[in-house]
């Protein structure tokens, strides 16, 4: 299974990489909405990304809402993995696109039970 991970922050892609490299993930990364729409239009198409709310050139929502606009990202799961903890804001993700939401901080285990909700844990690995 491949993951986009999709943060401004550097050491958290790294973190969220990391963790889902263990759960057996090949993870590609991107610093923004727009590089992370460079990735997905380069191909092929991940099973799952994780996109930060709050970054420079394009936020994740606005990144949430473009992938769910174009018809061939449609099996492409979302994940909000954010500081965004307002239920406004959990709202206004799920309303966009965004399949499941994480509040940083996390834990690795937290994650895995995301991705299990989502049925996206790899064959073998069990949350």
Known sequence: MKALVVDDSRAM???IAGALRKLGYETVEAADGAEALKVLEAGPLPDLATVDWNMPVMDGLTFVTQVRANRDYRALTLMMVTTEAEHGQIVRAL???????LIKP???ESLEEK???LGLL???VQA
């Open 122 to 124: 790899p064959e073998g």
């Open 106 to 108: 996390f834990t690795v």
């Open 95 to 101: 309303a966009a696109g965004a399949h499941e939401y």
């Open 13 to 15: 892609r790294k973190i």
């Open 115 to 117: 991705l299990s909700l």
